[in-house]
């Protein structure tokens, strides 16, 4: 299974593409999409979709996912990352991709165990996760990986619920310290 993720930005969008084998990940492409602040922002749009969809042919993912949208104390900003981030899902949606969206908070969680990593955490948990050495050229690809691994553990290893901390405890002894 092909996943791609998109880490919207007005300016730089990321994104990653992870083949899904079972248990095993590997990245099959990522990098950003930048535009220039001295382009308006209709422009900056058509860039972020046109980018998304030759990614989206040439690659032909299984599943679609991106960041669910950051709500700051600048609200043109937010107005901002919520068009990237409409024509992205329009992308995915005239590609006829299924579309999941994760939390900032969730992704890293996911990652790396803990909700409020920095980025360089996530940056060397995505490198570790699928065996890469190289850097990335920004930290916006590194991100859209990091959601694809996220969306691959939602969908492939389903959280277990357990009935009773007893019973938590009987099938994770290892877990539990003495």
Not at 11 to 26: A, E, S
Not at 129 to 147: N, P, V
Request: glycine content about 8%; overall charge positive; some cysteine.
């Amino acid at each position: 299974m092909l996943i791609l993720g998109v880490d919207p930005g007005s300016l730089v969008t990321g994104f990653g593409i992870i083949d899904v084998q079972g248990r095993k990940y590997r990245r099959a492409a990522s990098g950003v999409i930048t535009m220039r602040p001295a382009d308006s922002v209709a422009i900056r749009l058509r860039k972020v979709y046109d980018g998304l969809v030759a990614v989206i042919d040439e690659h032909h993912p299984d599943e679609f996912c991106i960041e669910t949208a950051f709500y700051g104390k600048n609200i043109q900003s937010t107005l901002k990352l919520g068009q990237v981030r409409g024509v992205a899902i329009l992308a995915a949606v005239h590609r006829q991709l299924g579309i999941s969206e994760y939390s900032p908070r969730e992704v890293k969680r996911s990652v790396t165990g803990t909700g409020a990593a920095a980025k360089q955490q996530v940056e060397y948990m995505v490198k570790a996760i699928l065996g890469l050495t190289a850097g990335f050229e920004k930290s916006d690809e590194a991100d859209g990986l990091a959601l694809a691994i996220c969306h691959a553990m939602h969908v492939t290893e389903p959280r277990k619920k357990f009935r009773s901390w007893e019973s938590f405890v009987e099938e994770h002894p290892e877990r539990i310290r003495k």
